[in-house]
């Protein structure tokens, strides 16, 4: 995909594709490890309000009341509590910070279909849907969609959305279009 707008074309034609529609409905549960306040943070936690699927949750975690998110994710959970709900990180099982609040938020999640999104995604309405059709298909196990960033003020932004738009999105669609690999 690299080069000569390969990229550019692949992601376009992988864009104006038929989205997939399920039939079924089957509740989610949305875990949302925060750390810290993210630029954009609020406008990335409320565009999940904003979903047109029937039956979700959307758990917002925070390793302790000290993480500069959890007040952010207590307002949101108070002003809308029943679309957010929020996790205090129970235990550190590894040494991985992230990986230690998605065992928390996992046994916390009330649904059985648990999609894990950063605190820095932002994602269209039709997020859930897409993935609930593409979980109809008894082979599939797990889903991840192609990423791209924007909205970069500082410079991990910056270098993080540089290397998920150049590199991981590309890949994905790549791995899909070129190798029929579904990732």
Request: with cysteine; proline share 8%.
């Amino acid at each position: 995909l690299a080069g000569g707008g390969g990229g550019f074309r692949g992601a376009t034609r992988h864009l104006r594709g038929p989205k997939p529609v399920p039939h079924a409905f089957p509740p989610i549960s949305i875990l949302k490890p925060l750390c810290g306040l993210d630029d954009a943070l609020e406008e990335n936690l409320l565009c999940f309000l904003e979903l047109d699927y029937p039956r979700y949750e959307v758990v917002l975690g925070v390793k302790d009341q000290h993480d500069s998110a959890f007040p952010l994710a207590l307002r949101l959970t108070r002003k809308f509590p029943w679309r957010f709900r929020l996790a205090l990180q129970r235990s550190t099982p590894g040494h991985n910070p992230k990986v230690n609040q998605l065992v928390t938020l996992a046994a916390v999640a009330k649904h059985d279909i648990l999609v894990i999104s950063d605190s820095n995604a932002r994602v269209g309405p039709g997020y859930l849907s897409e993935m609930a059709a593409l979980f109809e298909d008894p082979g599939v196990g797990c889903v991840t969609n192609p990423v791209v960033g924007f909205g970069e003020r500082r410079w991990g932004s910056l270098l993080d959305n540089l290397h998920m738009s150049s590199t991981v999105g590309p890949g994905m669609i790549g791995a899909k279009l070129f190798a029929g690999q579904d990732l």
